[in-house]
């Protein structure tokens, strides 16, 4: 089911002040931010230096509804989703739904650079909360 592990999200209060605060202590680069109205956040992409592998998420909320607010209230800033890159989300969620987990969309939503994105709850997964992302195809245009 699982091509790589994508990346790790975490939820922050401030996501610029984030930013530079992974830059300056760890000398990780942004490789991409957006804002994303539907899932509430704004959003950016942290890599080392020429590293293609597993990204760092940095997710800040967009509104005190949304399911990162919702989670620094709960928890403060720290872990709060680990993503694998699947072939075929819709594939992948009908694999996990016939193993008895729960998927939180019946239907793939908007992710990261046009992906399409479900998460499997994490009472199901061992308390991790594990989002599956198709990345959109390659140079197809992003939304
Ligand atoms: N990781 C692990 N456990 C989590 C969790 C997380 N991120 N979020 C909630 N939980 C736990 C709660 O602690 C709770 O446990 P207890 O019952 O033992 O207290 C349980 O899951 C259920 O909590 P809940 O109150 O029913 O559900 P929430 O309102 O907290 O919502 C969830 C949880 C996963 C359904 C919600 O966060 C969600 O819809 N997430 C998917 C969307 C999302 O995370 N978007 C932001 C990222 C966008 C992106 O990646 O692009």
Redesign the pocket.
Known sequence: IVVAVDHV?I?VADLDAAIEWYASTFGLVMTHTET?EE???R?AMLSAPGDAGAAV?L?APLRDD???A??LD??GPG???L?YRVADVDASCAALREKGMRL?YDEPRR??AGSR?N?V???DAG???V?LVEPAAAGGAEH
């Open positions: 999200g939820a994303n899932q509430g956040v959003e998420q997710l949304s399911a990162i919702k989670f709960r928890n872990v709060q989703q993503a939180l992710g990261t994105i998460f709850h994490p009472k308390g991790v909360l989002e």
